[in-house]
């Protein structure tokens, strides 16, 4: 009996909607894991034609554009479909040995699978956000519906016929295993360690800064009426505002004076302008969703090193506050968390402990470390038998 990886090199396909130089999450996520990869495996990405021109690694682009976040509902779908479409054709003729699959986007990820499961190829489905839920909790399918329990179907058969799950929170994980036995990791997001940094420079006025997708799940309305507080109590705080979706229109017109609304910025100057703030706010609207998030701006700023006030009371904000780097409040209570964010501005010894508890933990966030142990665990997997053959 010899293992599968010792008479060849094995042949990896990621699959992910974006992948770097993409201004956004994804794009920033995988770039780490697949530089990890390449030193274990034989890797081709295919990902959407924003990665056109990377000569790094082997890629293959779709020809149709991934929609962007600003697209309306209808829109978006018919062309996310149509992209997977493409993505299952690209798939018919690649040379994987194993496909990793990412969910976002879910429809993609469907088509990915499809081709996998027809082909009858090993796959691991790496889960970043709780689809089809999300479907759901945003009004756009019911889940006792036809298509609510269809899709539901689906995702428990793509993840019955894996040979791993993985799961980007602990709370994704939990749902997954209500349905599924088999393998499930943990993989956290975490921060790029060679750009998320601390920085003794900081902006003249005590700062808070909320930057990312400005999706309908981030808590927009909480931002303009914290704004709002500040104002209205004349204290010297501002608030800078970094990205751009579904619900930057806001964020234009009629802002407390206290808000600076930055727009999209190339991902590569975030962290310098988040690094110079003194607190950083991960504001989501109230649901199961965000009950089970870790944001990516939250272990960024762990990367940088500030304190962070997370709502509503979630996996991320019972971390930040059993680790006693910040607080988490429900987005009912704006008088204490404004409260809170006077007391960490005017006790220095306060901040200062805070900002000390972050240097303990960040190291345990980088992309580096994550990506490197996530490798290595990777080629532990197809030397078992799951990859064993006479």
């Known amino acids: 009996m010899n293992s599968y ?45 924003i990665s056109a021109g990377v000569n790094e690694f082997s890629i293959k682009c779709n020809l149709l554009p991934f929609p962007r ?60 956000d709780d689809y089809p839920r999300v479907y759901f909790e945003a009004g756009l399918i019911k889940s006792n519906s036809f298509a609510g329990r269809l899709l539901l179907k689906i995702e428990q058969k793509m993840c019955a016929s894996s040979i791993l799950v993985i799961a980007a929170t602990e709370g994704i994980k939990q749902n997954i295993k209500k349905y599924y036995s088999g393998n499930i990791w943990l993989l956290r997001n975490g921060y790029s360690n060679q750009l998320f940094k601390p920085c003794k420079e900081k902006y003249p006025d005590f700062t808070l800064v909320f930057h990312g997708i400005i999706s309908n799940y981030q808590d927009v309305d909480l931002l303009i009426d914290l704004g709002k507080a500040i104002t209205k109590r004349n204290l010297e705080i501002s608030i800078i505002v970094i990205g751009q979706g579904s619900q930057e229109d ?42 089970d998030s870790f944001p990516v701006k939250t272990y960024e700023y762990i990367g940088v090193g500030i304190p962070i006030i997370v709502t509503p009371i979630s996996e991320a904000g019972n971390y930040v506050t059993k680790s006693k780097i910040g607080y988490q409040f429900n987005p009912e209570n704006i008088d204490e968390l404004l409260n809170k964010i006077i ?34 665990k990777l080629v532990e997997l197809t030397q078992e038998s799951v990859f064993i053959s006479s």
Do not use: M, W
């Open 5 to 49: 990886a010792s008479k060849k090199t094995i042949r990896i396909v990621l699959v992910s909607e974006y992948f770097y130089p993409a201004n956004n999450a994804p794009g920033a996520r995988f770039k780490p894991l697949a530089l990890e990869f390449i030193k274990h495996f034989a890797l081709t990405i295919y990902t959407s034609k």
């Open 69 to 128: 976040n600003q697209a309306r509902t209808i829109a978006r779908l018919f062309a996310e479909i149509l992209y997977g479409f493409e993505t299952f054709i690209r798939l018919i003729f690649s040379k994987g040995d194993i496909y990793y699959v990412t969910s976002p986007s879910f429809i993609n990820c469907i088509f990915s699978v499809a081709h996998c499961l027809i082909f009858n190829k090993p796959y691991i489905i790496d889960i970043r």
């Open 250 to 291: 806001k964020l234009k017109n009629n802002l407390p004076p206290c808000i600076k609304y930055l727009g999209p910025k190339p991902y590569e100057d975030i962290p310098t302008l988040i690094s110079k703030a003194h607190l950083g706010l991960s504001f989501r609207r109230q649901g199961k969703i965000s009950q």
């Open 343 to 376: 007391e960490i501005k005017s006790d220095a010894e306060l901040y200062s402990q805070l900002t000390e508890n972050i240097l303990k933990i960040r190291p345990q966030f980088s992309r580096e470390k994550i990506s490197s142990d996530a490798a290595h």
